[in-house]
């Protein structure tokens, strides 16, 4: 659980690098894509993976839920927190993005159900490696 709570603390709680504000600040403002509409193709990319990361970010969540333990507990609680003021920002930008049915990833005990999705073609190798870690 270790390697999971680290990669969803560095992404949702982004402190040393600054996580998505500094790609706005360094790559979306009216500044940049003036000085180099070449790049209009990736920065529309970039876009859509902040936006694509979302729905992944909310199952890593859940599966933390699930797993952690009570020493967790406050450091679950803050990611949760954190995740949702970063959803909301994500969402209303860029918009809301949803896995579909290619994406499983078993949750709760007895009576477990999947929760099922696919991310745009831009995350398939990733996506490929979050459900191989999940089922690990």
């Known amino acids: 659980l270790k390697?999971?709570?680290?990669?969803?603390n560095g992404i949702i709680d982004a402190?040393?690098?600054?996580?998505?504000?500094?790609?706005?600040?360094?790559?979306?403002?009216d500044d940049?894509?003036?000085?180099?509409?070449?790049?209009?193709?990736k920065l529309?990319?970039?876009?859509?993976?902040?936006?694509?990361?979302?729905?992944?970010?909310?199952?890593?969540?859940k599966i933390h839920d699930q797993k952690k333990s009570d020493d967790l507990k406050?450091?679950?609680?803050?990611?949760?927190?954190?995740?949702?003021?970063?959803?909301?920002?994500?969402?209303?930008k860029y918009g809301a993005?949803?896995?579909g049915t290619e994406f499983r990833v078993r949750v709760g005990g007895e009576g477990r159900r999947s929760v099922g999705g696919r991310v745009g073609n831009s995350m398939g190798g990733s996506v490929g490696r979050v459900e191989r870690a999940q089922s690990e």
């Open 97 to 99: 993005r949803s896995l």
């Open 15 to 29: 402190a040393v690098m600054g996580g998505t504000a500094m790609y706005e600040k360094a790559f979306f403002s």
């Open 32 to 41: 940049f894509r003036q000085a180099h509409p070449e790049e209009r193709e």
């Open 3 to 8: 390697p999971l709570s680290m990669k969803l």
């Open 74 to 92: 406050p450091l679950h609680d803050r990611l949760q927190v954190m995740f949702i003021q970063m959803k909301e920002h994500v969402e209303h």
């Open 44 to 61: 529309v990319m970039l876009e859509n993976l902040l936006a694509e990361q979302i729905p992944l970010l909310e199952v890593g969540i």
